[in-house]
C-alpha cells in the first residue's frame, strides 16, 4: 500500500462495517485493541478496501493491554489481508516495537510510524524532531497533537507543510474542538492520511469528523 495520494480510512472495530465503508473510505484501519479476536477477523476478511492494523497503546489513547500487543500487531502485519501497520515511535524506542516494524518489512506491508499528545501541542522545533523522527523509522510519519489555541493547529499545519514539502510522507493533525478544522485542511499541506469513524458517536479521537463529513470536506477543499 502506498500513500502517494490522501487516503481516508475509516476506523472501525468490526471488519464487517467494511462494506459501509466503501461508499466514502479508501482504507479501513481496524482497531485491533477494541476488536473481537481480531486476528481471525484479518485472516477472514474478504473485503475490498485495504485494511491498516493498529493495536493502539493505552498510553496513546488506546485499550491494548502491553502484553501481547506487539505480538499481535507482529502477527496482524503477516496477514495477507493487512496492507499496513501502525506502531507507535514510542514503542520504537522504549519498546519492543521493531519486532512489528521487521515482521511488516518481511511481509512488505507499509510502516506508519505515529506519535500523539493528548494534552497540548509541543513546540514547532519538537513537532519537527518527533515527525522527522518517525519518517525515518516508517513509510509514514504521523503525528498527532491536541490544539489549545488556533495558534497551535497553524503550527502543525506548518510543520506539515515542511515535510511534505521536503519529500516526506506524513500524516498529521491537530485534534480536539479547536484542531477540528486540520481534518480536513491538513490534506491541503501535505497529510496523507485522514482517519474517520462511520458515525461520530464511535469517534476514536477528539475532535473527529465521520466518514461521510470528512470525505465531502477533503474533496469541497481540494
Known amino acids: 500500500m502506498n500513500f502517494d495520494d490522501f487516503v481516508l480510512a475509516a476506523s472501525v472495530s468490526d471488519l464487517a462495517d467494511e462494506r459501509e465503508a466503501r461508499e466514502h473510505a479508501d482504507a479501513v484501519e481496524l482497531r485491533m485493541d477494541l476488536a473481537v479476536d481480531p486476528l481471525a477477523a484479518l485472516e477472514s476478511y474478504e473485503g475490498e478496501l485495504p485494511v491498516i492494523a493498529t493495536n493502539r497503546a493505552a498510553s496513546e489513547g488506546g485499550e491494548a ?22 506502531v507507535e515511535l514510542a514503542a520504537l524506542t522504549d519498546g519492543d ?9 518481511a511481509s512488505d506491508t507499509a510502516t ?16 519537527a524532531s518527533t515527525l522527522g523522527e518517525a519518517c525515518s523509522l516508517g513509510d509514514v510519519g504521523k503525528l498527532a497533537v491536541t490544539a489549545t489555541d488556533r495558534g ?4 502543525l499545519l506548518r510543520v506539515t507543510h515542511e515535510y511534505a514539502a521536503a519529500g516526506h510522507t506524513v500524516a498529521t493533525v491537530s485534534m480536539g474542538e479547536l484542531g477540528s ?6 490534506p491541503l499541506y501535505g497529510s496523507r492520511i485522514g482517519y474517520a469513524p462511520l458515525d461520530a458517536s464511535d469517534a ?15 474533496d469541497d477543499l481540494r
Open 152 to 155: 497551535e493547529a497553524l503550527d
Open 65 to 86: 493491554d502491553d502484553a501481547g500487543r506487539i505480538d499481535a500487531l507482529s502477527e496482524a502485519a503477516g496477514v495477507d489481508t493487512v496492507a499496513a501497520i501502525d
Open 97 to 105: 516495537g521493531a519486532e512489528a516494524l521487521a515482521a511488516a518489512r
Open 204 to 218: 476514536t479521537a477528539p475532535g473527529q469528523y465521520d466518514a461521510t463529513t470528512l470525505r465531502r470536506l477533503v
Open 181 to 186: 478544522h486540520t481534518r480536513c485542511v491538513a
Open 112 to 127: 506508519i510510524v505515529s506519535a500523539h499528545d493528548f494534552e497540548g501541542t509541543p513546540s514547532l522545533s519538537e513537532m
